[in-house]
Structure formats: structure tokens, C-alpha cells
């Protein structure tokens, strides 16, 4: 069977599914992240495919770089953020952070 | 839910690998090759199954992340994933935004998650996460989530057309960057440049407090 668009929708699908049970079930800061790129690549993935089988051209191509360049700032501040509250709270359990500030 | 082995991700690997391979053997081997040629409906080409192996990669990695207990094993699964979905960018005729994505990704926040992992949990107990909202929540929100899903992306009415053939990328991305995209393009740099000055805040922040 030939690749067509539907093949990349679903391996988007189950990549976005997957990230959103990722996210919910997590407890872990650094696991609920995780599960946020995921969601990020599945939307990425979408674009592109869209791209190359529907439009033509290179407009999603720029957008999954600015989804690449805002997952890259997510990230570093997230972990940043989750470093601050392992320093506080000595856990990453997300129900733990539960103080503005001490 | 039993801990997964360790070696969870290089077995669905290895078997997409060689279920791949039989197909491959048996399409191009055991079918003649006329008749592979003269009826292009079943004709397997071998572009084909390495897309699915690669879609098994992403998938099988993602499946990690989500249902690994193991916080070291869910990161490796994660690289699984974005490797997979970087070679799924080469097959869409994207080539600058699978370098990106090896590079950012992989090389990037791959890394920071690894370095947030082991700075925030001890080496002794990885077993670090554990259900939020329970596994039957999950599971719930899954069946929900993906037939809905993968019903629009079979059936749904996409004006699809025959794509052209692979072709570098990366010009044209320069020139639309430069054009049409200049002051979302100056703003992300503006983006980066905040979030790096917040990153050291915070982390200053945590040594002052020792």
C-alpha cells in the first residue's frame, strides 16, 4: 500500500493521544513535559504533512520551526522552573508545589 | 501495571525491524517481478516499509514515554520517538526541519530533560512517577481520544494531490524567513534571548539559596 497523508495523520493521532495520556496521568513535572513534546512533535508532524500532500510549498515548514524554536524556550524555562521547585520542595510531584513562595 | 523490562523499546524495534525485512523478502522475492510491476496497487516498494518501520519507532518510543514507570527509561523512549518522527520529516520531503529537529530536539532539550532527571531524583530511586489521575482515567481518555482521530484522518475529505518529487528545502525557507515571516523570525530571537535570561535567573536563584 502506497504512504498517502492518512498514514501520517495517524502515526499524528496516536503520537497526540499518547502525549495527552502522557500528561494526564503523570505525576512527575519532568514527565508531564515529556508529554507536552510529544503533543508538540504530533502537531509539527501535521504540519508538514499537510504541507507536502495538500498545499505544496513551505509555509508549514516554517511553522513547525517556530513550534521547534518555542519548544526549545519551553523547555529550558520549564526545567528551570522544575529545578526552583526540587530546590524548595525537595519533590517534582506536581500536587506537592502547592506555595507561591515560602 | 508490573514495572517494563528495560529492554522494552529494542525489542519492538528489533521486531518492527524484521517484520519489515519478511515483508520486504516477500514482496520483492517470493512475488514475480512482473506482476509486481504490472499491478502498481500491490507493488511494495521499499520506501514504503521503511516509513512504517519508522512510524513502529515513533510509536513504540511514544508508548514508552506514556506507560513507562521508569523516569530513565521514558527519556530514552522520548529519544526513540523524536528520532522517529525526525526520519518521518525526510520522508515529507522536509529535510531542513529534520536537521532541526535532530539538532534542537535531540541535542537540545533532550538533553535538559536527561540533566533535569538526574538532578532532581536521587540514583537510587528512579521510580520517581507514579498516576496522576489513575490508569483507568487514561485508558478512558485514550479510547476516547484516538478512534475519534484516526476516523477524521482515514475519512476525512482532504483535497489531497500527488506530491512532487524530494527536493532541497532549505532556499526557500531562508527566503520566506527573510520576506513574509521577518518580524515572527526577529520576535522568536526575542523569545530566546528572554527565556535564556529567565533560565540563569532561576538558576541562580537555586544556588544562592545553599
Known amino acids: 500500500m502506497h504512504v498517502t497523508l492518512s498514514h501520517f495523520l495517524v502515526v499524528a493521532a496516536i503520537l497526540f493521544a499518547l502525549g495527552i495520556y502522557t500528561v494526564t496521568t503523570r505525576r512527575n513535572a519532568v514527565g508531564v513535559l515529556m508529554g507536552v513534546e510529544l503533543v508538540l512533535n504530533a502537531a509539527n508532524l501535521n504540519f508538514v504533512a499537510f504541507e507536502r500532500f495538500v498545499v505544496g510549498g513551505v509555509t508549514g515548514h516554517v511553522f513547525a520551526l517556530f513550534v521547534i524554536v518555542l519548544a526549545a524556550a519551553e523547555a529550558a524555562v520549564g526545567l528551570a522552573i522544575v529545578l526552583a521547585i526540587f530546590q524548595t520542595f525537595r519533590s517534582i510531584d506536581v500536587p506537592s508545589a502547592d506555595a507561591m513562595r515560602e | ?210
Open chain 2, 1 to 210: 501495571m508490573p514495572a517494563r523490562p528495560p529492554n522494552v523499546f529494542r525489542r519492538i524495534l528489533g521486531a518492527a525491524l524484521v517484520a519489515a525485512f519478511l515483508a520486504f523478502i516477500a514482496a520483492h522475492v517470493l512475488l514475480p517481478a512482473d506482476e509486481a510491476t504490472t499491478n502498481p496497487q500491490w507493488s511494495v516498494q521499499l520506501s514504503d516499509l521503511l516509513f512504517y518501520v519508522f512510524a513502529a519507532m515513533t510509536i513504540g518510543g511514544a508508548g514508552t514515554v506514556a506507560f513507562s514507570h521508569n523516569i530513565i527509561h521514558t527519556a530514552l523512549g522520548l529519544l526513540g520517538a523524536l528520532l522517529g518522527v525526525g526520519c518521518l520529516y525526510v520522508f515529507l520531503s522536509a529535510d531542513f526541519v529534520a536537521i532541526t529537529q535532530l539538532l534542537v530536539y535531540i541535542g537540545g532539550v533532550l538533553v535538559l530533560i536527561l540533566f533535569a532527571v538526574m538532578l532532581t531524583s536521587k540514583i537510587g530511586d528512579v521510580n520517581v512517577s507514579n498516576a496522576s489521575i489513575g490508569r483507568y482515567g487514561g485508558f478512558g481518555l485514550l479510547t476516547a481520544i484516538v478512534p475519534v482521530l484516526v476516523f477524521v484522518a482515514v475519512r476525512g475529505p482532504w483535497a489531497e494531490k500527488t506530491p512532487g518529487p524530494l527536493a532541497p528545502t532549505t532556499a526557500l525557507i531562508g527566503n520566506e524567513f527573510l520576506t513574509k515571516w521577518l518580524l515572527p523570525f526577529e520576535l522568536a530571537s526575542l523569545v530566546l534571548l528572554a527565556t535564556l535570561v529567565g533560565a540563569v535567573v532561576m538558576a541562580r536563584r537555586e544556588i544562592k539559596a545553599d
